[in-house]
């Protein structure tokens, strides 16, 4: 629950059976807080994809800001929303707010904070705790991999619209590709010190999740896509030093991948594509790539 009560609330169900979206349409009825239910039509296992539901939900909301919050992720933080409402109206400039998640499986602490480096250097360093600070770009997208979930993100709509919302060619981490974007075009950035939401990260074993059900070359390759697709839409040269440097993890992991099933010639063809693509970036220097640059003189 939010002690922030001037919600509109907007409910995508992507994929439920015709059954399961007339219980919970009953449920919602129940409800003494309105929602705007929509029922997506399943297409697949995975439904349309968590990229398109949520653009559903941005096209329907008609607030100044927007949040999410998945069905396996939860707000424990009550005054999540009402400290950045209060902190908002009196900053203009305010496009993009995030906050700390703690992990969980299985109702067991994985780890206390998603983002461990900002409460051990950005909050810690400025001696801060529960308040809303700004950040600057670069302490947004100081290392590829990291980002915020969109459950901890409170975001302009504006800029939503501007940027076009989710990217929906991937199914797979398609929350960084977004929040790499936002960063890119947001004027101004706040960090939220405290711990806003629990994050339920999936069981592998259970398969159950997009996550769990790509391969790791998969997820690979669809993090090589999004490094790509952030090269063509970003501009700042943090955003576009993240997508390079996620972008040359990407390529090393396919070109290593394939090294260890022995083929060769696909190693190569990845490592070539990470020549041309990231030039510069950091992985060069690795001893691992040595092998990579054996391979291409052998393979001319």
């Given at each position: 629950m939010q002690v922030h009560d001037d919600l509109e609330i907007v409910l995508v169900d992507d994929g439920s059976s015709e059954a399961a979206a007339r219980a919970n349409r009953a449920l919602l009825e129940?409800?003494?807080?309105?929602?705007?239910?929509?029922?997506?039509?399943?297409?697949?296992?995975?439904?349309?994809?968590?990229?398109?539901?949520?653009?559903?939900?941005?096209?329907?909301?008609?607030?100044?800001?927007?949040?999410?919050?998945?069905?396996?992720d939860a707000w424990t933080d009550p005054k999540h929303l009402s400290r950045v409402a209060l902190h908002a109206?009196?900053?203009?400039?305010?496009?993009?707010?995030?906050?700390?998640?703690?992990?969980?499986?299985?109702?067991?602490?994985?780890?206390?904070?998603?983002?461990?480096?900002?409460?051990?250097?950005?909050?810690?360093?400025?001696?801060?705790?529960?308040?809303?600070?700004?950040?600057?770009?670069?302490?947004?997208?100081?290392r590829a991999g990291d980002f915020p979930h969109?459950?901890?993100?409170?975001?302009?709509?504006?800029?939503?619209?501007?940027?076009?919302?989710?990217?929906?060619?991937?199914?797979?981490?398609?929350?960084?590709d977004l929040?790499?974007?936002?960063?890119?075009?947001?004027?101004?950035?706040?960090?939220?010190?405290?711990?806003?939401a629990r994050h339920d990260i999936p069981n592998p074993a259970l398969r159950n999740n997009v996550s769990t059900r790509r391969s790791a070359d998969g997820k690979a390759f669809d993090l090589a896509m999004i490094a790509e697709h952030l090269m063509f839409h970003c501009s700042t040269p943090e955003a576009r030093a993240?997508?390079?440097?996620?972008g040359g993890q990407a390529l090393r992991a396919l070109a290593l991948s394939r090294v260890h099933t022995g083929d060769r010639v696909s190693?190569?063809?990845?490592?070539?594509?990470?020549?041309?693509?990231?030039?510069?970036w950091k992985w060069f220097a690795y001893t691992g790539f040595l092998r990579f640059g054996a391979m291409l003189t052998r393979l001319g």
């Amino acid at each position: 629950m939010q002690v922030h009560d001037d919600l509109e609330i907007v409910l995508v169900d992507d994929g439920s059976s015709e059954a399961a979206a007339r219980a919970n349409r009953a449920l919602l009825e129940a409800s003494a807080r309105p929602f705007q239910y929509v029922h997506v039509a399943a297409h697949g296992p995975g439904g349309s994809g968590p990229g398109r539901a949520r653009n559903i939900g941005i096209a329907r909301a008609t607030g100044t800001f927007v949040t999410f919050c998945d069905d396996d992720d939860a707000w424990t933080d009550p005054k999540h929303l009402s400290r950045v409402a209060l902190h908002a109206a009196n900053a203009p400039q305010a496009d993009l707010y995030f906050a700390n998640q703690r992990a969980m499986r299985d109702d067991a602490v994985l780890f206390e904070y998603w983002l461990p480096a900002y409460t051990t250097k950005v909050v810690a360093a400025r001696g801060l705790d529960g308040s809303i600070i700004p950040v600057r770009r670069a302490e947004c997208l100081s290392r590829a991999g990291d980002f915020p979930h969109g459950n901890t993100c409170v975001v302009r709509k504006s800029l939503l619209d501007e940027i076009g919302g989710y990217w929906e060619g991937v199914r797979y981490a398609e929350d960084m590709d977004l929040f790499v974007r936002m960063a890119d075009r947001a004027r101004e950035i706040y960090f939220q010190c405290a711990t806003v939401a629990r994050h339920d990260i999936p069981n592998p074993a259970l398969r159950n999740n997009v996550s769990t059900r790509r391969s790791a070359d998969g997820k690979a390759f669809d993090l090589a896509m999004i490094a790509e697709h952030l090269m063509f839409h970003c501009s700042t040269p943090e955003a576009r030093a993240y997508a390079k440097e996620l972008g040359g993890q990407a390529l090393r992991a396919l070109a290593l991948s394939r090294v260890h099933t022995g083929d060769r010639v696909s190693a190569a063809s990845w490592a070539r594509q990470a020549l041309v693509l990231y030039p510069t970036w950091k992985w060069f220097a690795y001893t691992g790539f040595l092998r990579f640059g054996a391979m291409l003189t052998r393979l001319g």
